[in-house]
């Protein structure tokens, strides 16, 4: 578990329960003592106030009011917020949509100057659009958690993308693209890459894709990439 994932964890933790103890934690969050206490004192530099009962037992407890002093969110965490936001509004299901985007372009302002321009390299290559009404959907699963992060990574440093695909008839190949764009046709989500083992751009369809990683020591030009009518971009302001 990386120090993001496990401090949040901590958080939602002591959220919950209301008091905890530093063994308790670590259990929770399966890390040693020492890097529990670490993780509390950098949370409390981050602005949350967590209080230490010096009683037997060493029991934390979270102040109800404290908030982090800005926002933590990664690149990946905004565009994924971005993606379900767009993948609504094409399905014609996201009432309030003038308060999700100016949600959105708070959490944007908040965000160093650095991974802004990431964010909009990224939304450089969403598209979305009207998913075909003969296309089947009774094989639709979940998507590896694990894809995002790895699209990001490859596609913002342009490194080849490796993955295990399942094809409509359950064939298994271990497949090494290089990523070019992201597509939303509701419920399914594409990942539009050039194959060079085909020599031709391929939409790998993203609940087939497992085991994904990025394959560093060599990288890739940008291609462009042609859609359908009805397949517009994404804009945010």
Same mark, same amino acid.
């Given at each position: 578990?990386?120090?993001?994932?496990?401090?949040?964890?901590?958080?939602?933790? +002591?959220?919950?329960?209301?008091?905890?103890?530093?063994?308790?934690?670590?259990?929770?969050?399966?890390?040693?003592?020492?890097?529990?206490?670490?993780?509390?004192?950098?949370?409390?530099?981050?602005?949350?106030?967590?209080q230490t009962d010096p009683g037997?037992?060493?029991?934390?407890?979270?102040?109800?009011?404290?908030?982090?002093?800005?926002?933590?969110?990664?690149?990946?965490?905004?565009?994924?917020?971005?993606?379900?936001?767009?993948?609504?509004?094409?399905?014609?299901? +996201?009432?309030?949509?003038?308060?999700?985007d100016t949600g959105l372009a708070?959490?944007?302002?908040? +965000?160093?100057?650095?991974?802004?321009?990431?964010?909009?390299?990224?939304?450089?290559?969403?598209?979305?659009?009207?998913?075909?009404?003969?296309?089947?959907?009774?094989?639709?699963?979940? /998507?590896?958690?694990?894809?995002?992060?790895?699209?990001?990574?490859?596609?913002?440093d342009r490194h080849l993308l490796?993955?295990?695909?399942?094809?409509?008839?359950?064939?298994?190949?271990?497949?090494?693209?290089?990523?070019?764009?992201?597509?939303?046709?509701?419920?399914?989500?594409?990942?539009?890459?050039?194959?060079?083992?085909?020599?031709?751009?391929?939409?790998?369809? /993203?609940?087939?894709?497992?085991?994904?990683?990025?394959?560093?020591?060599?990288?890739?030009?940008?291609?462009?990439?042609?859609?359908?009518?009805?397949?517009?971009?994404?804009?945010?302001?």
């Open positions: 578990m990386n120090t993001r994932i496990r401090q949040d964890a901590i958080v939602r933790s +002591l959220r919950r329960n209301g008091m905890s103890t530093i063994k308790a934690l670590a259990t929770e969050v399966a890390a040693s003592r020492s890097t529990i206490i670490r993780d509390i004192a950098a949370l409390r530099d981050e602005g949350f106030i967590i037997r037992g060493g029991g934390l407890s979270l102040d109800p009011q404290s908030v982090q002093k800005s926002p933590r969110l990664s690149v990946a965490e905004v565009f994924a917020l971005i993606i379900g936001i767009s993948s609504m509004r094409a399905a014609g299901s +996201l009432p309030f949509a003038t308060l999700a708070k959490i944007e302002k908040a +965000l160093p100057s650095d991974k802004i321009r990431d964010l909009r390299r990224l939304l450089d290559c969403l598209w979305v659009g009207p998913l075909a009404p003969q296309v089947d959907l009774s094989d639709l699963k979940e /998507m590896d958690p694990a894809l995002l992060p790895a699209f990001e990574v490859s596609f913002l490796q993955f295990a695909y399942r094809d409509a008839k359950g064939n298994t190949s271990q497949r090494q693209v290089e990523p070019q764009a992201m597509l939303i046709l509701p419920p399914l989500w594409y990942l539009v890459a050039w194959d060079p083992s085909r020599d031709d751009f391929r939409h790998f369809r /993203m609940d087939r894709i497992t085991a994904p990683a990025c394959v560093e020591g060599q990288t890739f030009p940008r291609r462009s990439v042609s859609f359908d009518d009805g397949v517009q971009p994404v804009r945010f302001a």
